[in-house]
């Protein structure tokens, strides 16, 4: 085992002089790394030892993307989106979903002081974004058409079709933009893919807390708060060891509202929320589908619309719920364990 704190993922000669003196330690068959390392990677590839990484970040928030292409890797994404597209570039990137450890969530539920009851939580981000600044300095033309795209995704359920409509004649109306308006100032693709990724799911997360909290009773557990959201309780951070456990549990409704980026994957929220017994109630995603019976194991939405029928009705059918909810701690159990994944990550990576 080998802990680092990187301050930089990409340059950091500290850690290349630690990790290096590791490997050549003697001994190692392969490195298995949460996250693909760009400095591992080069470090492996110079030692000749197979370099595996099992990615749960979506995007993979690196700038050069050439350590990907070295031959000791094989990194695996958990969304299959992700993975195709990386493929597409050259990458040796395989799929494997994420797992969860329900033993340890079930002690975390039963240990300390139990929470009262919930009647919905959303445990995330509500991801404040810079896209009013970054959009500013654009003519009408090409705010209207980002706007557009926005509001296109924003309707969309089980697509993500921001890539395909972030063209490379759009970036270069764009930094001609910036060029006229402030000098030097450029945003690549990936970073404008992103921004549009993150302002969707600001304005869902937003729309759906807005309306159920004027319904239901909506407690949102953030560092951040929105004073706009009046009726919704801001219970600030939950501890992902010991808090958010309980919250999951305890919860009538756990919403999840995933981040764009996740083109077709099952994010981890989900498996936790399941994990630890919860009611999951999610946007749509096609793997979800694919490993799970939608209204037998967890549910889903299709829009906003169908997000507030499916609250109202499940928040009064509590018998359903509660098969539903023990349903998907039975297929987490099943199809989603560590000692799985692991065994695929080390027999078939590298």
Same mark, same amino acid.
């Given at each position: 085992?080998?802990?680092?704190?990187?301050?930089?993922?990409?340059?950091?000669?500290?850690?290349?002089?630690?990790?290096?003196?590791?490997?050549?330690?003697?001994?190692?068959?392969?490195?298995?790394?949460?996250?693909?390392?760009?400095?591992?990677?080069? *470090?492996?590839?110079?030692?000749?030892?197979?370099?595996? #990484?099992?990615?749960?970040?979506?995007?993979?928030?690196?700038?050069?993307?050439?350590?990907?292409?070295?031959?000791?890797? =094989?990194? @695996?994404?958990?969304?299959?989106?992700?993975?195709?597209?990386?493929?597409?570039?050259?990458?040796?990137?395989?799929?494997?979903?994420?797992?969860?450890?329900?033993?340890?969530?079930?002690?975390?539920?039963? =240990?300390?002081?139990? $929470?009262?009851?919930?009647?919905?939580?959303?445990?995330?981000?509500?991801?404040?974004?810079?896209?009013?600044?970054?959009?500013?300095?654009?003519?009408?033309?090409?705010?209207?058409?980002?706007?557009?795209?926005?509001?296109?995704?924003?309707?969309?359920?089980?697509? @993500?079709?921001?890539?395909? *409509?972030?063209?490379?004649?759009?970036?270069?109306?764009?930094?001609?933009?910036?060029?006229?308006?402030?000098?030097?100032?450029?945003?690549?693709?990936?970073?404008?893919?992103?921004?549009?990724?993150?302002?969707?799911?600001?304005?869902?997360?937003?729309?759906?807390?807005? *309306?159920?909290?004027? @319904?239901?009773?909506?407690?949102?557990?953030?560092?951040?708060?929105?004073?706009?959201?009046?009726?919704?309780?801001?219970?600030? @951070?939950?501890?992902?060891?010991?808090?958010?456990?309980?919250?999951?549990?305890? #919860?009538?409704?756990?919403?999840?509202?995933?981040?764009?980026?996740?083109?077709?994957?099952?994010?981890?929220? $989900?498996?936790?929320?399941?994990?630890?017994?919860?009611?999951?109630?999610?946007?749509?995603?096609?793997?979800?589908?694919?490993?799970?019976?939608?209204?037998?194991?967890?549910?889903?939405?299709?829009?906003?619309?169908?997000?507030? *029928?499916?609250?109202?009705?499940?928040?009064?059918?509590?018998?359903?719920?509660?098969?539903?909810?023990?349903?998907?701690?039975?297929?987490?159990?099943?199809?989603?364990?560590?000692?799985?994944?692991?065994?695929?990550?080390?027999?078939?990576?590298?």
């Amino acid at each position: 085992m080998f802990f680092y704190q990187f301050n930089d993922w990409e340059r950091d000669d500290c850690f290349c002089e630690l990790f290096e003196k590791t490997l050549n330690s003697g001994g190692f068959e392969k490195v298995l790394s949460v996250n693909f390392a760009p400095l591992v990677s080069n *470090l492996c590839e110079r030692a000749g030892i197979p370099y595996i #990484s099992w990615v749960y970040d979506s995007p993979v928030h690196i700038r050069n993307i050439e350590p990907m292409k070295n031959s000791c890797n =094989t990194i @695996y994404f958990f969304d299959r989106g992700q993975a195709l597209a990386y493929q597409s570039k050259g990458i040796r990137a395989l799929y494997l979903p994420l797992a969860v450890d329900t033993d340890l969530w079930g002690q975390a539920v039963r =240990t300390g002081k139990r $929470i009262p009851q919930i009647e919905i939580s959303m445990v995330g981000s509500l991801y404040q974004t810079e896209y009013s600044s970054v959009t500013a300095p654009l003519d009408g033309y090409l705010k209207g058409y980002l706007e557009g795209l926005v509001n296109g995704q924003l309707k969309v359920y089980g697509g @993500y079709l921001i890539p395909d *409509l972030v063209t490379d004649e759009l970036l270069g109306r764009i930094h001609a933009a910036y060029r006229d308006a402030c000098g030097g100032f450029r945003i690549n693709r990936e970073e404008l893919e992103f921004l549009l990724a993150s302002e969707v799911t600001r304005r869902e997360r937003y729309i759906a807390l807005a *309306l159920l909290s004027s @319904y239901f009773s909506v407690s949102v557990y953030t560092d951040q708060k929105d004073e706009n959201l009046r009726n919704v309780r801001f219970c600030g @951070y939950a501890d992902y060891e010991t808090e958010m456990p309980k919250i999951f549990a305890a #919860s009538k409704i756990n919403l999840n509202c995933s981040l764009k980026t996740i083109r077709s994957g099952i994010p981890l929220r $989900i498996l936790d929320i399941a994990g630890c017994g919860g009611f999951v109630l999610s946007n749509y995603q096609i793997e979800l589908e694919e490993y799970f019976e939608i209204g037998k194991e967890c549910e889903v939405y299709q829009d906003l619309e169908d997000l507030l *029928l499916k609250t109202e009705f499940y928040l009064k059918h509590a018998s359903l719920r509660s098969q539903i909810a023990q349903a998907g701690l039975e297929r987490v159990k099943r199809d989603f364990t560590f000692a799985e994944r692991i065994r695929v990550l080390l027999h078939r990576g590298g």
